[in-house]
């Protein structure tokens, strides 16, 4: 059995200390599980700005003492993240890796674009990533951007696009087993292209849908995640609040 936590959307900034007080109770709660999570996935914008001081605040995700596999989502900046977060040398190309727990692949693809709210996965991100599926694996693909609408007028603006090309890759692959992303703030279950898509909630704030009010932001429901259950070739997921 393999369980991981997914965590997305911190938005750490220099806002008098409420989104690190958020981060904070994720943390709490993570370290009150009975059994710890094999890995923390974290699916972007991590900081609000993309700068250092936000990167540093960042750093209290390893308390917890597990592998942490994070993707920048578009308010980070590429250099900045590699910097602070990956301990790796400034550059501003797509930042794609692999990350493996157990015999699971998480392929952490790079759906920002510089200066921009909405998604694309660069082409050498989608060969990048044919190439990680292909190892046969049970797989799953990780980025920022949802490749498809969810309902909610705004998010639907910013999604991710050029979603037929990924689309092409994931029909070359049935080892995939999930897409996992962030961006939308909310708790969400979808599917593209056959294969499920599993948005977590956000940390920083939780969007009212069109249906339950005016579409704008709650910024004082409660942090939440997604924990990812992944046993005998079956994906379980359960989405809980942090107190």
Known sequence: MTLIAHVSDTHLADDGGRSAERVERVVRYLQGLR???DAVLVTGDIADHGLPAEYAAARVLGRLGVPLLQLPGNHDERSAFR???LGAAPD???VDQVGRVGDLV???CDSS???RDDGWLAEETLAWLDTVLAEGAPSFVCF???PVTIGHPYADRVRQF???RLAAVLGRHPNVVALLCGHIHSATVSTFAGVLVLAAPGVASTPMLPWEGDGGLDRDAPPALAFHLYEDGRLTTHYRLCP
């Open 35 to 37: 059994r710890p999570v």
């Open 106 to 108: 998480f392929a952490l």
């Open 92 to 94: 501003s190309g797509p």
């Open 144 to 146: 920022h951007h949802p």
């Open 162 to 164: 050029g979603e037929e």
């Open 83 to 85: 910097q602070a977060l």
């Open 113 to 115: 674009i510089p200066g």
